[in-house]
């Protein structure tokens, strides 16, 4: 798969407070499980592509987290998480089959974290999910549930901090071809 339009979305963890306050780049919880990135300019990110596309796949490439600063999780099922991402107007959004409707969120992937050790899991362009430009500037949450149950991990120690790389490519419009009137619809 070769893409022409490509640009780099990275999140990292470290530029965000870790006491559940906010400063100029957004915010997390005490527990490093959620986290939200604030005023990120598409229109910035996107470059030439903003104008160029009006839809985009949103396509991991790795996660990186680093030592934490204590025993994290201590529990299997407390390290195993969903990692989940919201605030992109996501085309397809996952279905939640106990509240039968749709969440608005994205699972970006699994994710098992080390007790004790860092980590690099490597995605390669693993398609998440396509979505459209609303908003110049949108604010990018991710957070963690477990694999069992809708709730975060439960933990007495901070998670430690993580880098997420996304690739962002554009995706052509496409078209439909009526036959019956032998035209293209969009």
């Given amino acids: 798969m070769s893409y022409q339009d490509i640009t780099c979305l990275v999140l990292k963890t470290n530029v965000l407070p870790m006491d559940g306050t906010t400063n100029a780049y ?4 005490t527990m490093n499980t959620s986290f ?4 990120i300019n598409l229109r910035t990110l996107l470059g030439d592509m903003f104008d160029k596309y009006d839809r985009f796949m949103l396509l991991l490439q790795h996660i990186s987290n680093s030592i ?7 529990a299997a099922d407390d390290r195993a998480v ?4 919201s605030g992109l107007s996501f085309l397809n959004s996952n279905y939640n089959q106990k509240f039968q409707s749709n969440t608005g969120s994205v699972i970006v992937c ?3 974290f ?3 050790g860092a980590a690099c899991i490597l995605y390669n362009n693993f398609a998440i999910s ?5 908003n110049d500037v949108v604010n990018i949450s991710i957070y963690y549930t477990k694999t069992n149950t809708e709730l975060a991990p439960s933990t007495t120690n901070a998670f430690g901090h993580v880098a997420f790389f996304f690739n962002i490519v554009g995706l052509e419009e496409y078209r439909v071809k009526d036959v019956m009137n032998n035209r293209l619809l969009k």
Avoid: D, E, R, V
């Fill in 26 to 29: 957004g915010t997390s919880n």
């Fill in 36 to 39: 939200t990135w604030t005023n």
């Fill in 68 to 74: 934490p600063t204590a025993t994290q999780g201590t």
């Fill in 82 to 85: 969903l990692i989940n991402m």
């Fill in 110 to 112: 699994p994710y098992l």
């Fill in 114 to 116: 080390s007790q004790t």
């Fill in 130 to 134: 396509s979505f459209s430009k609303q």
